[in-house]
């Protein structure tokens, strides 16, 4: 059977891609759009679950527009559902991404401007004219060129980025400094170091090689329970999104496991180790 999650199908519409694959009343090749807001939820349904949270700027494919949702499959990690088509405007090639847990846009290069607007990290911009100290966006507004970072220089070591987003507050299915949940932050970190990750930890548990139950953990393994997934920080710590503090988290290892189980939610269920490109 196939993931819902991971399928550009609604059973109206499909990708053209899927023709002869999975039945739909018609199969598309779909437009490319990119999310305009600060951020936007990825539902399961129209106006139902939230599954993920698309940043600003991120790519999109759109296969139906209707009652003012529009199913779309995410560029970033393939996954599928249905955004506000209000969130959606005309595609975008991109050329820098925001380097900080959140920065400004103003009205222009003046820090004494009030800000219009605010961009989280990891969101993709296209900037018509970057200087030492502003960066032009193409779709309007200034922004701090330090708080940026040119796409194709990704960052070396995912536990330094999910570590910006210390204090965070949990929230379920977020994927931004104002709220993040576990594979939200797992998921910033990775990609902004070029590694290929998933939305859902039970998808993310497929990445990198198994790890011996008794092997030592090293900085960037993950952790892996039912529903929950955190990274290590180095032999003896994780860092994590979690329910239990509401927020990002440093936590002992050994602490983790031992009150995870204790809550009812079960073992370690797997411990994979991930290596960034070029080592």
């Not at 109206?12 to 437009?31: F, H, I, M």
């Not at 401007?113 to 911009?125: I, K, N, S, T």
């Not at 902004?192 to 011996?212: F, H, N, T, V, Y």
């Amino acid at each position: 059977m196939s993931d819902r999650r991971l399928t550009p199908a609604n059973g109206r519409v499909a990708a053209e891609t899927l023709r002869g694959t999975v039945t739909a009343d018609r199969y598309v090749a779909g437009e490319a759009a990119r999310v305009v807001p600060f951020a936007a939820f990825l539902h399961a349904t129209p106006g139902g679950a939230r599954d993920r949270e698309l940043l600003h700027g991120d790519a999109v494919q759109v296969f139906e527009r209707r009652d003012g949702w529009a199913f779309v499959q995410a560029a970033k990690d393939s996954y599928c559902g249905y955004v506000d088509a209000a969130a959606l405007g005309p595609a975008e090639t991109p050329t820098h991404v925001v380097a900080l847990r959140h920065t400004h846009v103003y009205p222009a290069p003046d820090i004494k401007q009030p800000p219009d607007r605010r961009l989280p990290f990891g969101a993709a911009v296209a900037c018509a004219d970057t200087g030492e100290t502003w960066a032009a966006l193409a779709d309007g507004g200034h922004v701090k060129a330090a708080h940026l970072r040119r796409i194709g220089r990704p960052w070396r070591d995912p536990v330094a980025v999910a570590e910006t987003f210390l204090g965070t507050p949990y929230l379920w299915a977020g994927n931004t400094g104002d709220g993040i949940d576990c594979s939200g932050l797992v998921q910033a970190a990775l990609l902004a170091c070029g590694i290929a990750c998933p939305g859902d930890s039970d998808l993310q548990e497929a990445l990198g090689e198994p790890l011996g139950d008794e092997a030592p953990l090293r900085r960037g393994d993950l952790v892996f329970w039912k529903g929950h997934v955190a990274m290590a920080v180095d032999g003896g710590t994780l860092i994590h999104a979690n329910a239990h503090a509401m927020a990002v988290v440093h936590e002992d290892a050994r602490a983790a496991v031992a009150r995870i189980a204790a809550q009812g939610d079960g073992p370690v269920t797997a411990r994979r180790r991930i290596t960034p490109p070029g080592g």
